[in-house]
């Protein structure tokens, strides 16, 4: 496995195994990797003849300046789960490195971006699309992998893709949960022993609105019933509980019956955020 | 020369050109092409194996309906006059295939677009940016060619490149003027036997103002004689002249000593917007 720090490395390796025909996978993370992110990384490997993971914390997509300082950085123990994957390229640069100044230039998804992470996150998106972008053209991948678990994330990227014309395909991934539920994120590992028992609750409230919805109560029943089970968990601070269409992400009153729907949820638990989503 | 009228022809032709080793060289146009548009495809060639020209009138970068609507359209001719410039590939799509919807993502260039050309086309270098990025995601190029007529617009799209870390050069390249000073332009066509002769009062303006700033004037003494001058030429009605930084667009209030100085004009003229600049 190549270990790259710099993006004239990345690039001229990559265009040589370009030039030898070989198809480009990418599997964009900010490290701190698990189960979720090396399930990308197959998923790419099946379908490409090169696997290229990049690492790295983007300082831009963070409005909260402690979640970015606490935010894990473990690359010596990503680097050998990626190995052991059989990841071939490791894309980790520096900050100086990605943004040598600051980007003067600024995304607005517009309506993508009011709602949800956009609302409680402002710049987020604006950071993510920036990066991205960057990403993309520095690896020029044919397939990229995203993890649904950040659904709005997929919905901005696709959408960025197409406005812009980028030539590849996003394969959004389904996300993966630890035997109780809990989606799993990086972020975990920031949890007590404590918040960690109790984590699972958001999957079971996504799981019990879902119920709620399917048995024709509305969007505004259904986050009533959000508030009043956490409640019961005062360590939950409920962030927002959305329910959306899967495509646009808009709210909608009542489950979707023609199309998809998305519940989305943020709550913060011992001081760590979290979002999980579920759709049907 | 080949003409391709779809983003899925153009992809295909070039990849294979790009396969077999063959450098792009690309001059995005809006087409009426003249002497100007063609020395950037001469540089081209001079640089690339295969020269690429886009023809396309991008609706989203017109504020104004009517002036989009009396853009010259001239398809042909253009065709004729890249064939025999040596020009290896045309893409020229219609709006459908540029844009099957419209773009939700919209571009914030800074401070870059709140003066000049920013100022008094609103949402012109969002279009700009956003097409500029389509045509460079659809044909890949190595290097792609802007003429310096358009200072505002090669600052923001070097912004552009290097904010999205494209991979590719901007190559700037001199305006291309008539024997009496006029800026070459796609806008000329528009204008009547009595306003073209007006014309050069333009570049005329630019050469005392840049005489008056190098003998010590300030910014707003020589603003000042520019509205002075076209006071005996009625015809005329000044939109904008700004002494700025060369790199940054800033205003200066004197002629920069330590780096470049930039005088920019728009103007009406008979109902037709002229720009023109001039760099010592």
Known sequence: MQIFNTIAETQNYLKAQQKAGKTIGFVPTMGALHTGHISLIESSKKENAITVCSIFVNPTQFNNP??????????????????????????????E?????????????????????GKFRPGHFNGVGIVVSKLFNIVKPEKAYFGLKDLQQVAVIRQMVNDLSFDLEIIPCPTLREADGLAMSSRNTRLSAETRALAPHIYQLLTLAKEQLQSGASAAETQAFATDYFRNYPAF????????????????????????TAICIAAFLGGVRLIDNIVF
Do not use: H, W
């Open 97 to 117: 490195e990605m943004y040598p100044s600051l980007p003067k230039l600024k995304f607005d998804f517009g309506t993508l971006e009011t709602v949800m992470e």
């Open 66 to 95: 402690e979640d970015l300082k606490k935010y894990p950085r473990t690359l010596e123990t990503d680097c050998e789960m990626l190995a052991k994957a059989g990841c071939d390229v490791v894309f980790a640069p520096s900050a």
């Open 237 to 260: 601070e409920l962030e927002y509980l959305e329910i959306a269409n899967f495509d646009t992400l808009e709210p909608v009153t009542q489950a979707d019956t023609a199309g998809k």
